[in-house]
């Protein structure tokens, strides 16, 4: 499950950074809130990995980031959301 979480959470760096020469999506106010909060959640998952409300938050940030950052085509979100519905908080 870690190793899905550290996928998911470079590709929403990744996503969420300049790519080339195309428009940042970081900078819609939405994204970048979405960024901040996902970036809180997994700091905070890490220091207590086995907290069942942390992780919960977590996949809400990333829901979050896969909703709000334009660079994902529909296809794209259905798979990240799809990944997403994979994490398990138990």
């Not at 809130?33 to 940030?61: M, Q």
Request: aromatic share 4%.
């Amino acid at each position: 499950m870690k190793k899905l979480i550290i996928s998911i959470s470079l590709l929403a760096a990744i996503s969420c950074g300049r790519v080339g020469n195309a428009v940042n999506p970081i900078s819609n106010n939405k994204c970048e809130k979405a960024a901040a909060e996902y970036e809180k959640n997994v700091t905070e998952w890490v220091n207590d990995p086995n907290n069942k409300s942390k992780c919960e938050a977590l996949k809400k940030s990333l829901n979050d980031i896969i909703k709000d950052c334009s660079v994902y085509t529909a296809a794209q979100r259905k798979i990240y959301e799809d990944q997403v519905k994979l994490l398990t908080c138990d």
